[in-house]
């Protein structure tokens, strides 16, 4: 593989088997049995996907396919290169405390809901940002997090400065 045509791969073997079949296929549906084939019928290939977009890959997702595991679709522009760098637990411990356990959108707090799933955020996302400062971060619960990622994935603004998802007033 041309490591000069995927300078934003530097992790494994099994990723970058997954994203030259997802290349082959450009814009075109990949199915999960394939992906899955191709990363060495490793069972958390899915893994290595999430890994991927972390990375700043552009994987889309789609129910179904002829195995069940879904398609998957790559779709430009491709990344630089620049590694996501994962929040460290003290890091994440600091915004936990500092937002009182409480999803700064919805409210639903962890001390009066203990089932309740908490996840740091970035407030502007890292792919815009490299910003993994406190200043960045915030807390959300899963369902938040999740609709907040949905709505940026198609957002159009041009800055998130006036964004409500990412700067509650």
Not at 26 to 38: P, Q, T, Y
Not at 41 to 55: A, G, I
Request: aromatic residues 8%.
């Amino acid at each position: 593989m041309n490591k000069q045509l995927f300078p934003g791969t530097r992790r494994g073997v099994a990723h970058e088997k997954m994203l030259a079949l997802l290349y082959q296929n450009l814009g075109s549906k990949v199915s999960g049995g394939e992906l899955f084939r191709a990363s060495g019928n490793q069972v958390n290939y899915q893994r290595r996907l999430r890994e991927l977009k972390e990375d700043g890959w552009l994987i889309d997702f789609e129910h179904g396919g002829l195995d069940g595991k879904g398609w998957y679709t790559l779709r430009p522009p491709f990344p630089s290169g620049e590694r996501f760098q994962r929040i460290g637990t003290a890091d994440r411990m600091r915004v936990l405390v500092r937002d009182d356990w409480t999803c700064q959108l919805c409210g639903a707090n962890r001390k009066t809901n203990p089932a309740i799933e908490l996840q740091v955020d970035h407030r502007i996302p890292f792919a815009l940002s490299k910003d993994n400062s406190e200043r960045n971060l915030q807390t959300l619960c899963k369902d938040c997090n999740l609709g907040k990622k949905a709505h940026c994935r198609d957002c159009v603004k041009q800055n998130c400065t006036n964004c409500n998802l990412a700067f509650q007033k």
